[in-house]
């Protein structure tokens, strides 16, 4: 049965912040500041673009931050601790294998989804997971046992964490679809504020570059770190989420290629390996997407 026209729109709106997202790693390794020196500024930036939009559209900026505490919990904990995860993985384990664990989230979504209520686990999702893990696996084992020292171990585990907890949001988000995506953009400043408070506490500050760097986080705080997350929200909250998932398993393999065309890893066999390893497993886990079965209400 298709899809109802507006839920199709959302669907596909929620479609744009994969792409979006595909060059994220590939922009962040091209910064040289900290990891939440670098949360602080792209969400800086997109906290400083979102008051805009609000005015543009006739609301108050007020109005944006009166939300219920624990939409400001989840907000903050989905936007502000995936990005730090993230970031710190990147910057402490190699790019294209600490991206390939992180991406993980998507078979999570469904995973997740499973667990809402009227939903249930079936075969397929258990051993989709099952294919994820495997690809994390030879992954890791292909990099061989001198290479994987403890620098990386920390992280690799910021890496997958980061899955974990982008999947929770993203399901979590269903519960208060009756809250504005506006909303994102009151969590951007608040995330933006809390990493630079711990940015002060634990890192030394190290400015970018040049013009070049200064363009590059522009470009985070506007695009995967900024509309990125308005149009999630606007999808995971009126789209399918399920449809929204297994389009997000092409976010890898976009993510991949551009690191390796930016010289930032090798396609190896053990890379291509955890790729159809991790991209089946995520398709396998959402067979039932393909019978157009609805996403009961949680």
Not at 5 to 18: D, E, K, S
Not at 169 to 176: C, D, I, K, P, T
């Amino acid at each position: 049965m298709p899809a109802p026209p507006a839920r199709l729109r959302a669907t596909l709106i929620g479609a744009l912040a994969i792409l979006l997202w595909a060059t994220l790693a590939v922009l962040t390794t091209a910064t040289s500041v900290p990891a939440l020196q670098l949360t602080a500024m792209t969400f800086s930036v997109a906290a400083l673009a979102a008051p805009a939009k609000w005015l543009l559209a006739g609301d108050g900026v007020r109005r944006q931050f009166r939300l219920p505490a624990r939409v400001w919990a989840l907000g903050i904990g989905g936007l502000f601790g995936y990005h730090a995860l993230y970031f710190l993985a990147l910057k402490l384990a190699p790019p294209l294998e600490a991206s390939l664990l992180n991406y993980l989230w998507p078979l999570l979504i469904v995973l997740f989804a499973g667990l809402l209520p009227g939903e249930r686990l079936r075969w397929f999702h258990l051993a989709g997971a099952g294919l994820g893990l495997a690809g994390t696996v030879v992954m890791l084992a292909g990099r061989g046992a001198a290479e994987f020292d403890a620098r990386h171990a920390t992280g690799f585990a910021a890496a997958l964490v980061a899955a974990v907890t982008w999947a929770a949001y993203s399901v979590l988000s269903r519960r208060f679809a009756a809250v504005p995506s506006d909303a994102v953009g009151a969590f951007c400043a608040a995330t933006a504020l809390l990493a630079w408070l711990l940015h002060a506490a634990t890192e030394r500050t190290l400015w970018p570059a040049d013009a070049g760097e200064w363009a590059v986080i522009a470009a985070l705080g506007l695009g995967p770190a900024g509309l990125a997350f308005f149009c999630w929200d606007h999808g995971v909250k009126h789209g399918d989420v399920r449809a929204l998932g297994t389009l997000a398993y092409a976010t890898p393999l976009l993510s991949s290629l551009l690191l390796i065309a930016f010289g930032q890893g090798a396609l190896s066999l053990p890379v291509a390996l955890a790729c159809a390893l991790i991209v089946g497993g995520s398709a396998l886990g959402t067979g039932d997407l393909r019978r157009r079965q609805p996403v009961s209400p949680p």
